[in-house]
Nanobody
Framework: QVRLVESGGGVVQAGGSLRLSCAAS??????MGWFRQAPGKEREGVAI???????IYGDSVKGRFTISQGDAGNTLGLQMNSLEPEDTAMYYC???????????????WGQGTQVTVSS
């Protein structure tokens, strides 16, 4: 059974940092990463890591966020620096056979962790 569990969300002031983690089990993925969804907006890709180490980042987070894999290989991290109020959203960990930013191509999702950035 595939299971993705996120942690690390919270409330931070603009300019601050947070680190999200996703613990994964039961699946050998092609792509694994983070999406986010703010109220009233569509779910968007934040950062994806492929099995062979390639990464893609959303334009709004390039240079501020870094995706990484844990040493054990079954955890995924997202270091978020220079946070902005526009980064406020529910952040979801996702895994699937592809390496792209199309949410519908990811069959496995965590329950999400809330990130709130105050101005």
């Amino acid at each position: 059974q595939v299971r993705l569990v996120e942690s690390g969300g919270g409330v931070v002031q603009a300019g601050g940092s947070l680190r999200l983690s996703c613990a994964a089990s039961g699946y050998s993925y092609g792509g694994m990463g983070w999406f986010r969804q703010a109220p009233g907006k569509e779910r968007e890709g934040v950062a994806i890591l492929s099995r062979d180490g390639r990464t893609i980042y959303g334009d709004s987070v390039k240079g501020r966020f870094t995706i990484s894999q844990g040493d054990a290989g079954n955890t995924l991290g997202l270091q978020m620096n220079s946070l902005e109020p526009e980064d406020t959203a529910m952040y979801y960990c996702a895994a699937g056979p592809y390496f792209d930013f199309y949410p519908k191509r990811y069959p496995y999702w965590g329950q999400g962790t809330q990130v709130t950035v105050s101005s």
